[in-house]
């Protein structure tokens, strides 16, 4: 196989930059789309100029020129819908959070195992070189021990009716959107946390509007991150070890076209002598930048790599796994107001 044939699963908003990553990728074309509706899936094929559309699931993902399916289903929903893809021998790229227990995903790495294919969370910062780059440089020991993280993926939910205000569909801004900061964090620390600890300010339909999250690290470290639907838009990061700091503008990317760039801190070795250590003038400052965020892009390159090129995903299941466990965690020490210990032993059988 030298291109994969795409299908989308459902009719979702996110899908506009997924369709347009597959049309700039040599390797990838879309074929097919499905929606629960017949008529939906048509007027949407004719909308995309995509060549066929199904009023059912099912006809998906039994579709003989259908080599890849891409899940933007809510996030309930993922779980089944990749197991039963799997299970039709599809390639599966699944939407985050890829499933809303470990039992689920599991039973969805069990299917891909059993079935020979490729399933993939679609967490597009995993798929970014700032993420490896961020990564690397921590494990160098430059930054030194690090001390504490800060991540904030912040914005204001435009619509009363959205499935992230409903509860029973995986909605709320820690599986929207806290669930970023938790994937990177666990990607440049390479450390999985042992506690966690949180407040949330819920809405009226009893979902997390507002989240603030606490991770506790075996070595010391500490993370905080606030993820929120309510509230104006930001988007930081920061990692601060005993010898630097790395402070990042865009470290989720998923702001397509938005300039990502990084800013270093380093203190001189000989910093600090006969002074109290707070002179801002000491820091070695660098900064450099990966260019506007193509972040679709970028995830849809990574897939084609793992499928055809049978290349080692930057984000396995058992990471995913691990970032659900968090999650709940979380939620857990949200609801109880108890700080919540995470099994950092737990892995998936993938
Ligand atoms: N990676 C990113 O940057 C990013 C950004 C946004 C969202 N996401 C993820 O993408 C997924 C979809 O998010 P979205 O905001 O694009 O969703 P959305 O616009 O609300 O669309 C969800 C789609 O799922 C289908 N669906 C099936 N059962 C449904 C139900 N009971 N209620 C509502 N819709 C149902 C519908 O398509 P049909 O009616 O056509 O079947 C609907 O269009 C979520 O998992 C979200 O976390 C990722």
Redesign the pocket.
């Known amino acids: 196989m030298s291109r994969l044939r795409w299908g989308l699963l459902?009719?979702?908003?996110?899908n506009e930059r997924f369709i347009d990553a597959v049309r700039r990728s040599d390797r990838s074309e879309l074929v097919a789309v499905a929606?629960?509706?017949v008529q939906?899936?048509k007027a949407y094929a004719d909308r995309y100029d995509i060549s066929s559309s199904y009023g059912t699931y099912e006809e998906l993902a039994n579709a003989a020129d259908v080599d890849a399916v891409y899940i933007?289903?809510?996030?309930h929903?993922?779980a089944e819908w990749a197991v039963r893809l799997c299970e039709a021998g599809k390639h599966v790229f699944c939407?985050?959070p890829l499933a809303l227990s470990p039992a689920n995903v599991d039973q969805m790495a069990h299917a891909a195992h059993e079935a020979g294919v490729v399933l993939q969370e679609?967490s597009?910062t995993r798929f970014h070189r700032q993420t490896s780059d961020i990564a690397e440089i921590v494990s160098s020991g430059r930054l030194g021990r690090i001390m504490f993280c800060h991540g904030t993926f912040e914005f204001t939910l435009p619509a009363a009716a959205?499935?992230r205000l409903n509860t029973d569909?995986g909605g709320g801004a820690l599986w929207?959107v806290g669930c970023y900061p938790v994937a990177f964090f666990q990607a440049v620390l390479r450390e999985n946390p042992v506690f966690a600890y949180a407040r949330a300010v819920n809405g009226p339909t009893g979902i997390d509007l507002a989240f603030s999250g606490f991770l506790g690290y075996e070595s010391g470290t500490a993370v905080q991150f606030t993820a929120s639907m309510a509230t104006p838009t930001a988007r930081s990061a920061r990692i601060v070890g005993e010898r630097g700091s790395l402070e990042l503008d865009q470290p989720w990317l998923?702001s397509v076209g938005a300039q990502t760039t990084v800013r270093q801190q380093l203190m001189p070795s000989a910093a600090g002598a006969g002074t109290f250590g707070d002179d801002p003038d000491q820091l070695e400052v660098a900064t450099w930048d990966y260019g506007p965020s193509d972040v679709y892009l970028d995830e849809v390159r990574g897939f084609e790599e793992l499928v055809l090129a049978g290349s080692q995903s930057p984000y396995p299941l058992s990471d995913s796994r691990m970032n659900v466990q968090v999650i709940m965690a979380l939620h857990e020490s949200a609801r109880t107001g108890q700080e919540v210990p995470i099994d950092p032993s737990s892995i998936t059988n993938e």
């Open positions: 459902s009719t979702a908003r996110i929606s629960r509706d939906r899936a933007s289903l809510p996030n929903l993922h939407e985050k679609a597009a959205d499935i569909m929207d998923t």
